[in-house]
């Protein structure tokens, strides 16, 4: 049987493990947050710049 200390150490240890997790996804989330806003705000030039990247493609098969 697990004395009492050992325990204590056991669910502190799960706990600082658990704390870090939610640090972690915090983390990622306001990462994946920033990310949509920008994608959000930024969503013209990102098309016109796939769209040409796109057409250069087209462009090159079409003239080889």
Known sequence: ???LSENLN???SEQ???GQEIAKTKQEME???YSMNYVS???IT???NINELV???LLLKILK
Request: no cysteine.
């Open 1 to 3: 049987m697990k004395s």
């Open 10 to 12: 056991a669910n502190l």
């Open 55 to 57: 057409l250069n493609v």
């Open 41 to 43: 705000q930024n969503s």
């Open 46 to 48: 990102i098309d016109r």
């Open 16 to 18: 600082q493990s658990i």
């Open 31 to 33: 990462q994946l947050s």
